[in-house]
C-alpha cells in the first residue's frame, strides 16, 4: 500500500491500540462491550472493527465473471395471464422463470393453474431450449407437473438435457411448512427416489430435489438454524436417493439449495458464503472432492411490509445485492407489493430492474466472492458454520431432520428465537421503517391485481399419527399493521382516526424532540398525533378531540410542570394519560398525578399500543 499510497507511507501506521485509546475516550468508561459490541440471534459476536483477514481463501461458487441468473416468480391464477406475465419477463431482463404451485412454501395464497392444459398454455412461446431456465416451486399435489412439462418437450421434440429445469421436489419440507398431509419420511423417501431417477432416466439433467430453507426463516428462524435445516435436508435427500440406487457422486448433483435473503447484509453475505463451506464439509465427510453447490436465493418473505410498501424496494435491493456479494447462483426478487397482493405490472418490472441495474451497471458479478478476506464477513461466517455445523449435529443425533421435525426439535428452536425477534420488533430494538418507525397515515394505496386471501392456519392433518406442527410464515410487521388497519377502520366508518393529544410543555426548544418521538410512537399504531400550541392546556385537549393525552417535555420542565399537567388533562376527560421519556425519581408523583404508562425508545411499543387501542374503544 505504501507504493500506491506515497502520500499515507509518510505516516505512522495505525495501530488497534490506538483506535481502543480513542474510543476509551469518547465512551468516557462506559462498557466497551454494551456500547459497540453487537450480538446476533445465533449468539455470534459482532466487533466494531475488524482487520483484514489475510489467510482467507476465495470460495468456488458461480464461474469468476459470471452474472447469476435473474428469476421472475409466476404465481398468477389465470394460465394465459401467467403466460402473458413470464414473455414480458423473459422480453425485459429476467432470464429465468420460478413456477409457483398453489400451496407450495412461498406461494403466499397464488399459484399457476398446475394442470398439464394449465402449464401448456403458461409454457406457450417460451422458447425451453434456449438456455431460459425453469424453477418449479412444488406441492404433493402437484407432484405431476415436471411429467406436464417433460409431455411438453416431447411434444416440441426437444433433447431433454437441453432444458434446463430444477424440479424442486421437497417433501420434508412440505411436511415442515404444513403445506401437505404429513407422511413419515420413511415411506415418502423410495416414492421420491423412484420420481427422481425416473425424471433422470428420461435424460434430464437436474437438479431435482431442493433443501429449501426459507421455510425456516419465514417461520423467524436464524441464520445458523436456516444453514442446519438446509444441510439436514440436503443430507436426507442424498441418502434416499443413494437408498433408491443413484451413485453417490451423481445423487449430490440432483440436490439443489434454496435460501432466503434479506436486508441485513453483512448476515446475509456470510450465510449464503457459509452454507458452500458447510456443503463442502459434507462432500469431504462422505469421501469426494467438493463440488460447487447450485444455490438460489429468494428476498425474504418476513421483512417485507403491507404499510408505506415503497421501502420494500429497498430492502430487496439490499438482499438481492448480498445475496449476489454471498455467491448465489439464481436470485428471485419479491415485487414491492407482494404483501398486499399479486402484484401488477409495474412491480414486477421494478423487481427486474433492481437486479439488471445491480448486474449491468454496478458490475457486482465481475468479482469473484469480493467478500473473501474481509475480516468481519469472514469471522461472521465462520462463526455461522461452527453454530449451524454443531445445530446440524444435533438433528443427526435425533435421527435425522424427519425426526427433529417429528419431534419438534426444529419447531422448538425456531419458536424461541421467533419469540425473541418478534419481541425486538415489539421494543422497537429491530425497527421496521414506515411500520413501526417514520409511519405515514396519509400514504397513497399502491395498485395490485388482486388483494392477498386470507389464509388459514397451516393443514395439519396427519398430526396425530406424526406429531409434527407445522412452522408458521409470519412477516415481522404484521402485529403493527394490524393496529393501523383498526385505525383506518375507525376513518372509514368516523370519519376520523383515533387520536392523542400532544401536551407540550415549556419552550419549543424543551418540548420538540420528546413531541417529534411521541407523533413517531403513537403514529406506528395508527393513533394520530394532535398538537394545538398556545392557550389552556385543558381547553386545547378538549379542542383536539383527543381521548388519550401524551405530556412532551424536557427533564427540567417536567420536575417542574409534569405532575400539575397531568392532573388537569385528567380533569379534563383523557382516558390515558402518557408521558414521554424515563420518570427516574419522579414515577410516583407522576403516577399519583395520572399519569398511566411511559413511553421511551426501548420500551415495549407493540404492548403499549395495544393498551391505547384496547382504551379508545372502551372509551364513550
Known sequence: MAQD???????????????????????????F???????TYDGLRIDPLYGRRADANVLTGRAPGMPWQIMARVDHPDPKEANRQALEDLENGANGLVLVCPGAIGSQGFGTDVSADGIATLLDGVFLDAGAPI???LTREAKDVPAHVAAIITARKLAPAACDLRIGFDPIGLMAAGSSAPVPWSEIAPLFARMTRTLADEGFRGPFAVADARVIHSAGGSEAQELAYALSVAVAYWRALEAG????????????????????????????????KLWARVEEASGLTPAPAFIAAE??????????????????????FAAGLGGANAITVLPFTAALGLPDGFARRVARNTQLVLLEESSLAKVADPAAGSGGIEALTDGLCRTAWALFQGIEKAGGIAAALECGLIQKQVAETRTTRESAVAMRKDPITGTSEFPFLAEMAVNILMPAPLLDSPPQAGKEQTGLAALPAIRLAEPFE???????????????????????????????????????????????????????????????????????????VYENEAAAAAKALVAAGAKQVYLAGRPGDLADALKQAGVQ????????????????????????
Not at 299 to 320: C, E, G, K, S
Not at 597 to 620: N, S
Open 33 to 39: 462491550d454494551r456500547k459497540l459490541v453487537g450480538t
Open 482 to 556: 394490524k393496529l393501523r388497519d383498526a385505525s383506518d377502520a375507525k376513518l372509514k366508518k368516523t370519519g376520523a382516526r383515533p387520536k392523542v393529544f400532544l401536551a407540550t410543555l415549556g419552550k419549543p426548544a424543551d418540548s420538540i424532540a420528546r413531541a417529534t418521538f411521541a407523533k413517531n410512537f403513537f403514529e406506528a399504531g395508527g393513533i394520530e398525533a394532535m398538537e394545538i400550541a398556545g392557550g389552556d392546556l385543558a381547553a386545547a385537549f378538549r379542542q383536539s378531540g383527543a381521548a388519550l393525552a401524551c405530556l412532551c417535555s424536557s427533564n427540567e
Open 245 to 276: 440406487g443413484v451413485a453417490l457422486d451423481k445423487a449430490r448433483r440432483m440436490i439443489f439449495f434454496r435460501l432466503s435473503a434479506d436486508a441485513d447484509q453483512f448476515m446475509t453475505m456470510a450465510k449464503f458464503r457459509a452454507l458452500r
Open 135 to 137: 424453477e418449479f416451486m
Open 597 to 620: 404508562a411511559f413511553i421511551y425508545a426501548g420500551c415495549d411499543a407493540l404492548a403499549t399500543l395495544e393498551t391505547a387501542h384496547e382504551v379508545l374503544r372502551k372509551a364513550p
Open 299 to 320: 428476498t425474504a418473505w418476513r421483512m417485507m411490509t403491507q404499510r408505506d410498501p415503497y421501502v420494500n424496494m429497498l430492502r430487496v435491493t439490499i438482499a438481492a
Open 5 to 31: 499510497l506515497p502520500l499515507a507511507s509518510e505516516f505512522p501506521p495505525a495501530t488497534r491500540e490506538q483506535w481502543l485509546k480513542l474510543v476509551d475516550g469518547v465512551l468516557k468508561g462506559a462498557p
